[in-house]
């Protein structure tokens, strides 16, 4: 079977370009990280209850949403933290390899079935149910370099202008700011004033719900209507409170004997930030982070210059004394970690050359392995690409093992080829093919004996399964194809290229 190849070199020499060819298009288009994705996939819960005390929400929240997210499939655990301003969060983590957004859409699914048992207040807010990804890429700073502007416009401004732009860029996976001053209208009770003229909080929250409301109006002149009725116009009615002063003018009270009774008289009331709970500075300058995640599979570099390039054009409508900063990029890290390797893999490979060189004592027979394991190397992408793997420090490190190891089955047949020809005195074409016959079987164990080491680490579980699966699945990669390579390519280059013996 093999001396067809011998037979028919352009075949051989076909089956290698193509095997080229699809490990450079697999590079293209692989994921680029540090390491391999192997951290579980987690989707977050959060609930607001306002006022709401910590053991509050875990008795009357938490519990109804962690009773129906118990039944919901590939669930690890999750953990729940509640804080006395009333947030809830709930960290649901999956098993590895989990669909994220089948399981966000089922985690919602459950926690429809508990919300009748929420309070009102908490349903009214609404329950939030996202992704969540542990990969953070970069973390920006959108700063006031001359202090003109504070954190609460910063907040808002990002808010508005940046994270929605940076969520749209393909492979990001989540954009958000940390610590966000999101603007509300603030309103400080006054409790001494409020005792004495007999309101409760509950009186103040229902005439805010009461008064920050727009209806609907219907139309006049709609139908049915007169003949000779010519306009339909539709009745505008005023918008929602906005400002501190409407805010001021909510009525509490009306009538009695102390007349009416406005917001104003028992509270102060100011445009201010949903919460001031987290502070950003950078530098000493007031700032707002930025953090972008990225998306499962996408490559950590692609994306950061992305996110660097689209900030660029941002910037340009940045207000006066706005700018930004990138403090923290885990890309910088990627890029020192792969280059070492691939500078490692280079020194790897002229090492190999000079081996060759040494030992086999002329270029001729030296550039047959030359251009036999470049095409195992190459080819390795592409079954990084068919199982799912990416470009990263292990499956680069396991590359330049792989050098020491596809470089001997393309040596093996050389060798045999050169031994045939000066014992037998046979012409490279005639020792090619006797060489075929003879070590074909002894590359084809070489090949399953390299994979049978390396290739059961692949099936253990966890983490550290998810780790070793990379090296070892890369390694076996290009063993096989390295073992293709020395009984297809090699044997055609020698009958080629090397001289009959003298």
Known sequence: MWEYFIRRPIFGTVLSIVIVMAGLLAFRNLPVAQYPQIAPPTATISVTY????????????????????NTVDNILYYSSTSSSNGLL????????????????????????????????????????????????????????????????????????????ELSRIPGVGDAGIFGARDYAMRIWLKPEKMARLGVTPSDVTLAIRASNNQYAAGRLGQEPAPADQALVIPIVTAPRLATAQEFENIVIRAGGPSGTLRLRDIASVELGAQSYEQQATLDG????????????????????????????QIA????????????????????????????????????????????????????????????????????????GFGINTLTLFAMVISIGIVVDDAIVVLE??????????????????????????????????????????????????????????TVSVSVIISGFVALTLTPALCAMILKPQV
């Open 50 to 69: 306002p006022g709401a005390s910590a053991e509050t929400l875990m008795r009357t929240v938490a519990a109804p949403i962690e009773d129906q997210i």
């Open 89 to 164: 969060s709930i960290t649901v983590t999956f098993e590895p390899g989990t669909n994220l957004d089948q399981a966000v859409v089922n985690l919602t699914n459950q926690i429809r079935i508990a919300e009748p048992r929420l309070p009102e207040e908490a349903r009214r807010l609404g329950v939030v149910v996202k992704k969540r990804s542990n990969d953070i890429l970069l973390a920006m700073s959108i700063i006031s370099k001359d202090g003109s502007r504070d954190s609460v416009y910063l907040s808002n401004f990002a808010s508005v202008n940046i994270v929605d």
């Open 285 to 312: 300058q007031t700032a707002v982070g930025v953090r972008i995640f990225l998306a499962p599979g996408a490559n950590a570099i692609e994306v950061a210059d992305a996110v660097k390039a689209k900030m660029q």
């Open 316 to 387: 340009k409508r940045f207000p006066s004394g706005v700018d930004y900063a990138i403090p923290f990029d885990t890309t910088l890290f990627i890029s020192a970690s792969i280059s070492e390797v691939m500078h490692t893999l280079f020194e790897a490979g002229v090492l190999v050359i000079i081996v060759l060189l040494l030992f086999l004592g002329s270029w001729r027979v030296t550039l047959i392995p030359l251009i036999a394991v470049p095409v195992s190397l190459v080819g390795t992408f592409a079954g990084l690409w068919v199982f």
């Open 416 to 473: 045999n080829i050169e031994r045939l020809m000066e014992e037998k005195g046979l012409s490279p074409f005639e020792a090619a093919l006797a060489s075929v016959r003879e070590v074909s079987g002894a590359i084809v164990a070489i090949v399953l004996v390299l994979v049978s080491v390396f290739l059961p680490v692949a099936f253990l579980g966890g983490i550290a399964g998810a780790l070793y699966r990379q090296f070892a699945v």
